[in-house]
């Protein structure tokens, strides 16, 4: 190309639409994919943004183009590309998706055999790499011979005509059709005892996004299975359009839906989920928002009342995780933030479940990967197995080891912020612990602080044992340090 191709990031691809990528750069990223793993197979699908269809088909295009044979599984969320590429037993594959970024973004979430991930060191910057050196003119013909002749204009684009021809790729012979969500939900159903459960009422909120055709197929299941739980659906519909906002349940002002559902419903607890729904977020039956840390936790225990096990869990916050790890007889293994590093370590040591508190949950029998619907079936059924509601089990938990939840501090110097801390503190600390950034600890009380590698931010974490105030009177001697530039 004559100019860079800039939507390649650390672990995915992500990009304004038209500026950083469109019809021809995924065609790119597609010829270049195939040739870089020699991939034979490719299993593709995308999310409910306008632009998922067409960058998909062009994406695809490039595919066949590179040698690989495609399978489309249509509509469907990140977690299905994860599931289908192993259970397909293909050479990789390809999700298109922005999850929760504005509407005017799109990107991919791409993976390799056995939904191995891929990232900047292990094949991504040399897709980026082949995608740039593709021939402008051979790339210009075969879009054109795609797109049976029409010209492509951001207008349409942008509307969500795709300008490949699905006729014309599947004329190739390379290019299939496949739904596989009946395999889909098999498997993830798989993670629960369905004689377990006792009747419960759950508020679902889908965020307009692809999780509301998932659920649908595992509701038909577990009616088909007289299983007693009943569904609020909230923003349901999925709407490329997003008229309720951009699904991102990790923002406070994005809340306030799921929670009046549910206690509007009067439900037992409530579901949101992020654009692409590899993340789920959970209320208890008050309409509370629940910490993802906390939620760490109770999935940690679900599968260690199942059997002693290896938990893998992030640094940021850990002494409620390791304490419930630890009672359960399990194994508590600290490791370093992200999903790359969370999925390595968790082959590594054969760990049944790797959480973080981000909302990301990764399952050895999910191929090391994170879902959003696994997290809260294995909730319910803690919910009718301890015959506890899902507030007083995370109540509990909150008593015992508070937390601040993550602070951002926007900085005009980061580096000069760390040092002040760490000056103060560092001296006092009785555990240095340095997996990811740097967290201290002073008997009674801790913090972990991280320094964002993309902008001039940093990111506190502080927890106690068993006492709020303390967490309260830290957190605020933390910023006033922190932010006093």
């Known amino acids: 190309m004559t100019t860079p191709i800039t ?19 995924a065609y790119r990223i597609g010829f270049a994919f195939a040739e870089e793993l020699a991939a034979k197979s490719v299993v593709v699908g995308g999310d409910v943004r306008l632009t998922s269809t067409p960058l998909k088909l062009a994406l695809s295009a490039g595919l066949v183009d590179g040698g690989a044979e495609v399978t489309d599984i249509g509509m469907a969320g990140t977690e299905e590309i994860y599931f289908a590429t192993k259970h397909l037993g293909v050479d990789g594959g390809i999700e298109v998706t922005a999850s929760h970024n504005p509407i ?19 094949g991504l910057n040399a897709i980026k790499d082949r995608a ?25 684009f942008f509307n969500g005509k795709a300008h490949i021809a699905t006729d014309i790729l599947a004329e190739s012979g390379k290019y299939h059709r496949h739904l596989n969500m009946d395999a889909y939900v098999s498997h993830i159903l798989s993670y629960v005892d369905i004689n377990n459960f006792t009747p419960l009422k759950i508020v679902t909120n889908a965020g307009n996004g692809a999780a509301g055709l998932a659920l649908d197929a ?16 909230v923003h349901h519909n999925a709407d490329g359009t997003f008229p309720n906002g951009i699904p991102n349940p990790l923002l406070p002002e994005n809340r306030a839906d799921t929670a009046n559902a549910v206690i509007e419903s009067g439900a037992d607890f409530g579901i949101a989920w992020d654009g692409d729904f590899d993340r789920c977020f959970l209320f208890d039956a008050d309409g509370n928002f629940i910490e993802g840390y906390y939620i760490v936790g109770l999935l940690a225990q679900a599968f260690l009342d199942k059997g002693p096990s290896k938990i893998i869990y992030d640094p940021r916050v850990y002494w409620n995780s390791e304490d419930i790890i630890k009672s359960a007889g399990g194994t508590p293994i600290k490791c370093k933030t992200g999903h790359a590093f969370i999925k390595e370590r968790m082959r590594l040591e054969d760990a049944v479940y790797g959480g973080e508190m ?14 959003g619907m696994i997290p809260w079936l294995l909730v319910a059924e803690l919910i009718c197995t301890r015959q506890k509601s899902l507030a007083s089990m995370v109540k509990e938990r909150i008593e015992a080891f508070p937390s601040s939840g993550e602070i951002n501090s926007k900085l005009k ?16 600390a009785e555990v240095i612990d340095e997996t990811d950034g740097i967290g201290l600890e002073f008997g009674n009380w801790r913090f972990n602080l991280r320094k964002s ?33």
């Open 358 to 371: 981000s909302a990301h949950h990764y399952f050895r029998d999910f191929a090391y990967c994170d879902s």
């Open 453 to 485: 590698n993309t902008e001039p931010v940093i990111r506190l974490n502080v927890e106690s044992k068993g006492d709020i105030a303390l967490v309260e009177e830290k957190t605020k001697e933390l910023l006033d340090l922190i932010r006093a530039e």
């Open 218 to 233: 595992i509701e038909k299941k577990l009616h088909e299975k007289d299983v007693p739980i009943e569904f609020v659906k």
């Open 413 to 428: 110097d980061a580096d000069a912020a760390l040092a002040r801390v760490l000056e103060k503190y560092q001296p006092l």
């Open 104 to 122: 005017n973004y799109n990107g991919m979430k791409l993976v390799k055999a056995g939904s191995v991930p891929i990232s900047g060191d292990t």
């Open 7 to 25: 939507c390649f990031k650390a672990y995915d691809i992500r990009g304004e639409l038209n500026t950083q990528l469109n019809e021809e750069v």
């Open 132 to 156: 740039e050196a593709l021939d402008n003119n051979y790339v210009a013909e075969r879009l054109d011979f795609y797109a049976k002749g029409a010209k492509i204009d951001a207008d349409a």
